[in-house]
């Protein structure tokens, strides 16, 4: 067991070699890749493969040349994003916390899925914490997914709910048409609400947060005992909407 966790360890280390050097100075020929890293021609031409399959890397030419690819570009704008987006947003959670009493989670999309970057906790003795900084869902599964899913262009839209459709089996209540139906009830009345869908006795609202340009780029939700998100709908969700202004300003000005 020792030995599998150290072989994977060193696997890792050299992935992180490889990009470090496609960082520095690319497009590099496989040879180059050989010098800069040490690694023998084997080693260099399998990772390589796999970050090429994986889209991290790109190979192009004749002899083929590598530079990092469009994941690796991507995850490198996320990060930076979810920075800024986490430092303006943060403010706005603890306040909402404060005012719910209830789990506020702050979400961003990678790919077809929302990963959830910051939370705050509020004082109701019964919380919904199934949620965690990190935590990963389908996009459309639950209130802050959903607002990340609904207001994106439908082309995209729909591609994404081809993809979600396939990861629906842990989630029974859920299938396309009840997605589909929660875009429209979203986009009519400006905020997502979902009740007993995910979880049984649970309910979310959940706002987008849109850039400059109007692209959503993340989405705040509160997320309690449905009947406390029925008894407050209104409430919850014009304090997140004006929270999202805020949020939506400050992000501006930066």
Not at 133 to 158: D, F, I, K, Y
Request: charged share 20%; hydrophobic share 45%; net charge positive.
């Amino acid at each position: 067991m020792v030995a599998d966790a150290a072989g994977q360890v060193n696997a890792i280390g050299k992935v992180c070699a490889i990009f470090k050097v496609l960082s520095a100075r690319a497009p590099l020929r496989l040879s180059e890749v050989v010098e800069a890293t040490g690694f023998n021609r084997v080693t260099a031409l399998r990772i390589l493969g796999e970050l090429v399959g994986q889209r991290f890397v790109t190979r192009e030419g004749n002899p083929p040349r590598y530079s990092l690819g469009p994941e690796a570009v991507a995850m490198g704008s996320a990060s930076s994003l979810t920075q800024d987006v986490r430092s303006a947003a943060r403010p706005s959670l603890l306040r909402l916390a404060d005012l719910s009493e209830d789990t506020v989670l702050l979400s961003v999309r990678s790919g077809a899925e929302s990963i959830c970057i910051d939370r705050s906790v509020g004082s109701f003795p019964i919380q919904a914490n199934f949620l965690h900084v990190g935590s990963r869902r389908p996009l459309g599964v639950g209130a802050g997914s959903m607002a990340l899913l609904a207001w994106l262009p439908e082309g995209e839209r729909e591609s994404i709910l081809d993809v979600t459709e396939r990861h629906l089996g842990a989630y029974p209540r859920l299938g396309r048409a009840v997605l589909a139906g929660h875009i429209r009830a979203a986009q009519a009345r400006g905020y997502v609400l979902m009740l007993d869908i995910v979880i049984d006795r649970i309910g979310a609202i959940g706002v987008p947060i849109r850039n400059r340009e109007g692209e959503v780029i993340a989405a705040i939700s509160i997320t309690a005992l449905t009947e406390r998100i029925v008894s407050r709908e209104q409430e919850l969700a014009g304090a997140i909407q004006r929270e999202v202004a805020g949020i939506e300003r400050a992000i501006a000005r930066r």
